[in-house]
């Protein structure tokens, strides 16, 4: 079994730095060559320190998808490993945007957020402003930023995020006057860099890769352009990862993936989602299990018997519709009909009773009739979301729907966006009516941001329910019973 870097912990990592020496390891050489960057910056930086009289402060911004979140994670952890304090400044030493591409305004954000950096960083001379994610693995974004924000100092990807270290020393160490962006951007990656040191954003959940990249190519999407084919982890490495976790006090875990139920396919020794999660279930001391996101035209039989048998898998099924219209949907390459659909839920659902779904759905996609339209209500209708993200579709170039000439017009796209919003809320709403009385268990996360007497859990469902405790119970899963409904979550009362 190859233990592999997502599993050591501070003091493995200590002693890897000590034994790193002074020669520079080669490229293939992973993760030994991050290590010897660390180590080099961690000299800078205690130096630096000295002569401001302060500490270094990283600001990492995540936009996206929990594969974004979960990098950020891996992107911190580097960055406290070399010395930096977290920090929500936006004058901080080392700026970092983690980009996402997936619909346009997603890419204007991030251009808003870089204009008003320009102002930030003539107070703080110091500041390294670093871009990396999906936007940065299209041609037009990186020529933009070149052009137009040239007080960026580095640009990567999403397929060496494990390089951060090395372009940093590259940027404060070799060339600290240079003006000049490092760039790196890799087209695709077959190379899975574990063992970098990683900061995980709670002590008793957390998300865990199990694959990267996606194949399906949805036409509308541009994910499998910006991430790559698709690679599954070895099992041995997610479950070394998780009992990692799980003896450092976590109960709760996320597996992450763009299309969890094709995982293991291309591995040497292939197994499936549903044997993945049979022996994920077998690790003592973990509570709960959630998955996403799970692609429909994948989804087995044999997942729906495990689901149906496991103590520990969630209560809670993300399944992206997209649309409801069957020739929309063959356009989309999603591989199912509408039929397909509507089949599997009856089948999650007798396997799975009270089982909670939750779905993804575009409206506008090119030449989207009324009547497509209908369709994709009457799926909702006949499902009963407990919720539903909404999305008016986004032409993303390099797409082949991009290329599609019947575009939907503005007016009635926003229109058809606004029915099923209502539709959706409707029936959520009366979803969340209908689990008032019950006790359920839920997983505290934190205290309420609002109010103080309060703490925030997620129910199984992933409901989240605001009640009466105090900061002793986060981390804990506890018998509270829903009181009151207000939409989307409830209030309620601990259990005695
Ligand atoms: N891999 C996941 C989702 C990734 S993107 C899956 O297949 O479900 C998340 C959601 O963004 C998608 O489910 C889709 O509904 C939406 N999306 C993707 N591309 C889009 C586009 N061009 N315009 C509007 N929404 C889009
Ligand atoms: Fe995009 Fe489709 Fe892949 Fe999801 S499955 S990431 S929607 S191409
Ligand atoms: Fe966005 Fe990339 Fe995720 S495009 S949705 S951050 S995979």
Request: charged residues 30%; contains cysteine; negative net charge.
């Amino acid at each position: 079994m190859s233990l592999n870097k997502e599993v050591m912990n501070r003091q493995e990592i200590e002693k890897k730095l000590e034994k790193i020496d002074i020669t520079l390891p080669p490229p293939e050489a992973e993760p030994d060559r991050q290590y010897y960057f660390i180590k080099k910056l961690r000299v800078w930086v205690e130096e630096k320190k000295k002569e401001l009289g302060r500490p270094l402060t990283a600001n990492i911004t995540t936009f996206g998808c929990q594969m974004n979140a979960r990098d950020s994670e891996k992107i911190l952890g580097i960055m406290q490993m070399i010395g930096y304090e977290e920090s929500d400044s936006d004058e901080a030493d080392f700026i970092l945007y983690n980009t996402c591409t997936v619909r346009e305004n997603a890419n204007l954000k991030v251009y808003g957020r870089l204009g008003q950096l320009k102002k930030a960083k003539s107070k703080n001379p110091n500041m390294v402003i670093a871009l990396c994610g999906c936007m940065m693995q299209e041609e037009s974004v990186v020529d933009k930023i070149k052009k137009s924000y040239r007080n960026v100092d580095i640009i990567f990807g999403t397929h060496n995020i494990f390089k951060l270290a090395e372009l940093l020393s590259i940027k404060l160490l070799d060339r600290p006057e240079s003006k000049k962006m490092i760039i790196d951007i890799w087209e695709g990656t077959t190379e899975i860099v574990e063992d970098l040191p990683n900061e995980r954003k709670y002590t008793f959940k957390g998300g865990v890769n199990i694959m990267f990249g996606c194949n399906n190519f949805c036409s509308y999407c541009i994910v499998p352009y910006v991430r790559g084919r698709e690679r599954s982890r070895e099992p041995e490495d997610i479950i070394a990862e998780i009992e990692c976790m799980v003896q450092d006090g976590v109960i709760e875990v996320m597996l992450l993936g763009q299309n969890v139920n094709s995982y293991g396919k291309n591995l040497k020794n292939p197994i499936t989602f549903a044997q993945l999660l049979e022996r994920i279930e077998q690790i003592d001391g973990l509570e709960r299990i959630r998955f996403m996101t799970s692609h429909p035209k994948d989804l087995s039989d044999e997942l729906i018997a495990v689901m149906g048998k496991s103590k520990k898998i969630c209560k809670q099924m993300h399944l992206p519709l997209q649309s409801g219209s069957s020739r929309l949907l063959k356009i989309m390459n999603r591989h199912y009909t509408k039929e397909d659909y509507l089949l599997l839920v009856e089948k999650i659902r007798k396997a799975v009773p009270d089982i909670a779904l939750t779905t993804d759905i575009i409206v506008g996609f090119p030449g989207e009739t009324e009547e497509d339209f209908e369709e994709t209500l009457d799926v909702v209708s006949k499902v009963q979301y407990d919720s539903a993200f909404t999305f008016i579709y986004s032409k993303r170039t390099g797409t082949p729907a991009a290329q599609m000439e019947n575009q939907v017009p503005e007016d009635v796209v926003k229109d058809r966006f606004d029915r099923l919003l209502k539709l959706v809320q409707d029936i959520s709403t009366e979803k969340t009516k209908k689990g008032i009385g019950s006790v359920e268990e839920v997983l505290v996360e934190e205290m309420n941001q609002q109010d103080d007497s309060l703490v925030t859990g997620r129910t199984s469902q992933n409901y989240v329910v605001h009640f009466p405790g105090d900061a002793s119970l986060i981390g804990k899963i506890v018998p509270v019973r829903l009181e009151e409904s207000k939409g989307f979550y409830y209030m309620g009362k601990m259990e005695a």
